[in-house]
């Protein structure tokens, strides 16, 4: 984090990326000196609602973040800046978006938890376009040009007002990861609302929180004990547990709820953190608190990759140096394989079918999990069930070429090798 004493100072002259978050409620001008340099601005948390047109001097600026500021429109001067691939205005109270205001190099858009009713055909005219977080906002259809957004690889539009299903999306054809919970036509039928329960329904009371494990976007994940071990307890639930706590909130992937009702929809399956309980229960003045009661997983196992870069964008990254022999490759393809068979035979689209949200350990056993961009899709026609399935279908051979890519290198021209190269084909 950068102080606005210190821009103004001169002190940091010549860096490539700049932080301010100091409650601003006007453009600091001096952003301009490092015109020469700047590739990364970060003026989230501030209370900013303008940006000037003096921005599109700074002409090597790659990535602009402006979420939770008070923006009613997406600045029209970021369609002039010459470079800029990642536009993030999440969480501001957006509900215009004019046809100049989207860059021409546009990669990367994030538009989450605003109040925007329609986008313009100009989203679909941006060649280089592979990653759109939509969620949460009042879109009730999508620009019929995005059926040309053929570099489309990721996209989020759950937590909208869609009527339709937007099919055209469904034919993109680099398309592999899609979550559209929470709208309209994506509304889950009975017969799956009386499968949400069959796991029991609990009370927060029953148990207690400890130490944070993880958190994500959705929720915080804490280890737990029961406060009290009643005989139900004993002879149903193991004694370490997991808790995810939802924030209750609309998240870069949707709402909430969608997600607990995609995860139990799925049931269990031996590689999927299995779900024990739920706790749904009113808050005064207002609000839920939802919790999903799981399986604690054994230390042994860690995270198999780690998210997109900037660089990256959609794929995922691993850690320097970090290689594996084919053997565990072929197993934990094996298990995903099967995981995937068995979410989409319950027609659940996962949506986030990634290394980083797999956790594996020393023999190659892997468990998967967070459904924050799970879908429910059984609603649809089957022509479009069957889109669906191959659009997640594409994500799963992005995740075996993933692995792939940091395969031992003698392993390289191993038969198995081979055969998975040509499976994430």
């Known amino acids: 984090m950068h102080t606005l004493a210190q821009l103004q100072s001169g002190e940091l002259r010549g860096i490539s990326q700049l932080k301010l978050s100091e409650n601003l409620t006007e453009f600091p001008l001096e952003i301009l000196t490092l015109a020469d340099t700047l590739e990364v601005l970060d003026l989230s948390h501030n209370a900013l609602s303008s940006l000037p047109e003096e921005l599109a001097q700074l002409s090597k600026l790659k ?3 402006a979420s939770q500021n008070n923006f009613a429109q997406l600045p029209e001067v970021l369609g002039k800046m010459p470079k800029l691939e990642m536009v993030g205005f999440k969480s501001n109270q957006i509900k215009k978006v004019a046809e100049q205001s989207l860059p021409i190099r546009l990669r990367w858009l994030i538009l989450t938890d605003n109040q925007i009713e329609t986008l313009p055909d100009s989203l679909g005219e941006r060649p280089r376009l592979q990653k759109l977080a939509l969620a949460g906002n009042q879109l009730s259809e999508l620009p019929h040009t995005l059926a040309r957004a053929h570099n489309l690889e990721l996209i989020r539009i759950s937590a909208n007002n869609l009527t339709e299903c937007p099919e055209q999306l469904l034919n993109l054809p680099k398309l592999a990861w899609l979550a559209f919970a929470g709208n309209p036509f994506s509304k889950v039928k009975v017969d799956t609302e009386n499968k949400v329960k069959s796991v029991p329904e609990l009370s927060s009371t029953d148990y207690t929180l400890e130490n944070v494990l993880g958190q994500g976007a959705s929720g915080v994940i804490y280890k737990a004990h029961w406060h ?11 004694d370490n547990i997991a808790v995810k706590v939802f924030k209750g909130e609309v998240t870069s992937d949707g709402y909430p709820e969608d997600e607990l009702q995609a995860c139990l929809q799925v049931g269990n399956h031996p590689n999927l953190v299995q779900s024990l309980a739920q706790v749904k229960e009113e808050l005064n003045p207002g609000g839920k608190y939802l919790a999903l009661i799981m399986n604690l997983i054994p230390e042994t196992y860690k995270n198999l990759g780690l998210p997109p870069c900037f660089k990256s964008c959609t794929r995922d990254t691993f ?5 594996l022999p084919i053997s565990l490759i072929s197993k934990i393809v094996h298990q995903m394989q099967d995981v995937f068979s068995h979410m989409h035979n319950s027609r659940v689209c996962h949506g986030d079918l990634y290394a980083h949200n797999t956790l594996f350990d020393a023999q190659g056993n892997i468990i998967f999990g967070d459904f924050g961009a799970a879908t429910s899709y059984q609603m649809l026609t089957p022509a479009q069930q069957e889109k669906v399935q191959t659009i997640e279908q594409r994500a799963l051979n992005h995740f075996i070429d993933d692995l ?3 395969c031992d290198q003698q392993d390289r021209s191993s038969e198995g ?7 994430s084909n």
Do not use: Y
């Open 63 to 65: 990535i602009i973040f």
């Open 417 to 423: 090798f081979k055969l998975l190269k040509k499976i």
């Open 228 to 238: 009290s071990k009643t005989r139900a307890e004993q002879s149903q639930f193991p």
């Open 319 to 323: 850690p320097q140096g970090f290689t």
């Open 404 to 406: 792939l890519s940091v």
